[in-house]
């Protein structure tokens, strides 16, 4: 179900943004940003987005049912919110389902070494492309 959505919010941010000629790619990374650990591996994202320079990394989880993801984008929530901000960019995470609802505690990390969390809704997806257009458009980000 996680890839079908993530999926779904490509499509919908290339119909949206299409037309301000910010790219977006499905699991791709960000210059710079890689495996605090070893320093050698690119750190990969759901998807990113990115105009001029400027990269917005966007995380997506939806589970039914609890599981390891959401505690596994929780563990390393911290050093990929430090690694991105320090370069100036932004991360979202996009979090769904009853499965993820149930584990506060990631929630809660999640949500403090991120530049927005967002469920998964159209009022949310409109959250989502102000906020990249914001960022991405506006030259004093």
Same mark, same amino acid.
């Given at each position: 179900m996680g890839q079908l959505l993530?999926?779904?919010?490509?499509l919908d941010l290339q119909t949206k943004l299409g037309q301000h000629n910010i790219d977006d790619k499905l699991n791709s990374t960000i210059p710079g940003v890689s495996h605090?650990? %070893?320093?050698?591996?690119? %750190? !990969?994202?759901d998807i990113v987005v990115s105009k001029a320079e400027k990269y917005i990394a966007i995380e997506i989880s939806f589970q039914e049912t609890t599981n390891s993801t959401i505690e596994?984008?929780?563990?390393?929530a911290k050093s990929r919110f430090e690694n991105i901000d320090d370069l100036g960019h932004?991360?979202?995470?996009?979090i769904d389902g009853?499965? !993820?609802?149930?584990?506060q505690a990631a929630l809660t %990390?999640?949500?403090?070494?991120?530049?927005l969390l967002l469920a998964f809704s159209n009022s949310e997806l409109n959250r989502l492309h102000h906020f990249i257009l914001n960022f991405l458009e506006n030259e004093n980000c």
């Open positions: 993530q999926r779904h919010i490509y605090q650990q %070893t320093g050698k591996r690119d %750190t !990969n994202f596994r984008k929780a563990g390393q932004k991360i979202v995470y996009i009853v499965g !993820n609802f149930k584990r %990390t999640i949500d403090g070494y991120s530049h």
